[in-house]
């Protein structure tokens, strides 16, 4: 895949600091294991900050300099089970813990005056056949929760509309990798090589697949996921 001025695509694939006295973030292991290269785009890896506000800020300003064709932001969610791809983002921060800065930001809007929700603009249903096909567990979320990954995807989308940028972004949370859960076995893992293989193959399709694609008789592009 090359742009119009015979650089090869960018994708920017972002994960968290571990946060909530956890060592470690699945998510930064995963997009900081990928490949170079996927689907023939250069893959750029950004860790970001568990913080309210400064996450949008380095993921904005990286998108500015690299203009990346597709931004997949990734994340933890601990209890999940699946590799999930968020639908949606809301505009309001709504924290249970504060976030690595100590800021605890309680039914605060994300952006002032802004739209109450923007939906990711990654083909969703193919990427979810796509990791499925690999049999691994994964599924279609419709929140993103309240923290700073639903802050983050927000922040993105928002960011982009305000541009008019044609860049598609997207969330996937990830659970727990297996050394998180050693102390309490009834939570849900999965491990580091499968959710990388599913975050790979899900990126591939993203660059593949056009947003107004039909998989049967669903639109698979867009806000229509």
């Known amino acids: 895949m090359k ?3 015979n650089h090869p695509a960018v994708v920017l694939v972002t994960g968290f600091t571990p946060f909530g006295g956890e060592s470690i973030n ?5 997009a900081s294991s990928l490949p170079s290269h996927i689907g023939g785009a250069e893959v750029r890896r950004l860790e970001v900050p568990t913080v309210f506000s400064r996450a949008i800020k380095v993921v904005t300003r990286e998108i500015d300099k690299h203009k990346p064709v597709i931004v997949l932001c990734l994340g933890q969610a601990g209890g999940r089970a699946a590799l999930t791809l968020e639908r949606v983002a809301i505009n309001i921060n709504d924290a249970v813990i504060a976030d690595n800065a100590g800021i605890q930001p309680i039914d605060k809007p994300i952006v002032r005056n802004a739209p109450a929700a923007y939906f990711a603009t990654l083909p969703i249903k193919a ?7 690999l049999n691994l567990p994964a599924s279609i979320s419709n929140t993103a929760g309240t923290f700073v990954c ?8 928002h960011h982009l509309a305000k541009k ?6 997207g969330f996937m949370h990830v659970p727990y990798l297996p050394a998180q859960v050693v102390s309490t076995a ?3 893992s ?4 499968d959710m990388c293989l599913g975050v790979e193959v899900a990126i591939a399709v ?12 669903k639109l698979v592009g867009g806000s229509l996921n």
Do not use: C, F
């Open 26 to 30: 699945p998510s930064w292991q995963i």
């Open 127 to 133: 990427m979810l056949a796509a990791i499925q096909k």
């Open 190 to 193: 999965m491990s580091l090589a």
């Open 3 to 5: 742009l119009q001025d």
């Open 186 to 188: 009834e939570q849900p």
């Open 150 to 157: 639903n802050h983050l995807l927000y922040g993105v989308l």
């Open 164 to 169: 008019q940028h044609t860049i598609r972004a």
């Open 206 to 217: 993203a660059i593949a697949v056009a947003p107004s694609t039909r998989i049967g008789k």
